[in-house]
T-cell receptor, first 115, second 112 residues
């Protein structure tokens, strides 16, 4: 079974802090994704990566950056956390290549609160 | 703009009923359509993926159909059980987009 592991289930940070969310997958998947999920807005794509050191902006990249130094790990970075970034963050992965007709596998999510 | 809509937002049924969840999408030039399940406070679990060349997919008590021309998909759940209670999300990958666009989901409650 595919395992996508997010480093924290719950996280509380303060405004202005630099926040790192980590995601690791164990199935050698090429593609990895970061989403945020908010009530009434659903899931929205922040960034995705289809290879090591590659990244593409999703629908809402502002205020975020990402890092993919190794194939199995995809990190989401909040450069200077703000209260409107309080949300549930979900990481996903799937087999490549880009447009691969492969299902995405999700982690359990990190519920991030910015105070 | 490419959008995915799921109606109703919530559905409550008695145990044992067969039920249908609906998903509609703009623009028929899709690459695939995926159905997911999400339990409270958890991530998403992939249920079924229908490629654009397919009409349906089945897994156990679940059957998903796709009608690109009308921009619709349905998820049929046979003989529903309380353990089926969850939010069901439909997502579409368009050729021009290259990533999934999600509907807001249907929250299903199956009463014993």
């Amino acid at each position: 079974d595919v395992k996508v592991t997010q480093s924290s289930r719950y996280l509380v940070k303060r405004t202005g802090e630099k926040v790192f969310l980590e995601c690791v997958q164990d199935m050698d998947h090429e593609n990895m994704f970061w989403y945020r999920q908010d009530p009434g807005l659903g899931l929205r794509l922040i960034y995705f990566s289809y290879d090591v050191k590659m990244k593409e902006k999703g629908d809402i990249p502002e205020g975020y950056s990402v890092s993919r130094e190794k194939k199995e790990r995809f990190s989401l970075i909040l450069e200077s956390a703000s209260t409107n970034q309080t949300s549930m963050y979900l990481c996903a992965s799937c087999r490549g290549p880009y447009l691969s007709n492969q299902p995405q596998h999700f982690g359990d999510g990190t519920r991030l609160s910015i105070l | 703009k490419q959008e995915v809509t799921q109606i109703p937002a919530a559905l409550s049924v008695p145990e044992g009923e067969n039920l249908v969840l609906n998903c509609s999408f703009t623009d028929s030039a899709i690459y695939n359509l995926q159905w997911f399940r999400q339990d409270p406070g958890k991530g998403l679990t992939s249920l079924l993926l229908i490629q654009s060349s397919q009409r349906e997919q089945t897994s156990g008590r679940l059957n998903a159909s796709l009608d690109k021309s009308s921009g619709r998909s349905t998820l049929y759940i046979a003989a529903s059980q309380p353990g089926d209670s969850a939010t069901y999300l439909c997502a579409v990958e368009w050729r021009s987009q290259g990533n999934l666009i999600f509907g807001k989901g249907t929250k299903l409650s199956v009463k014993p």
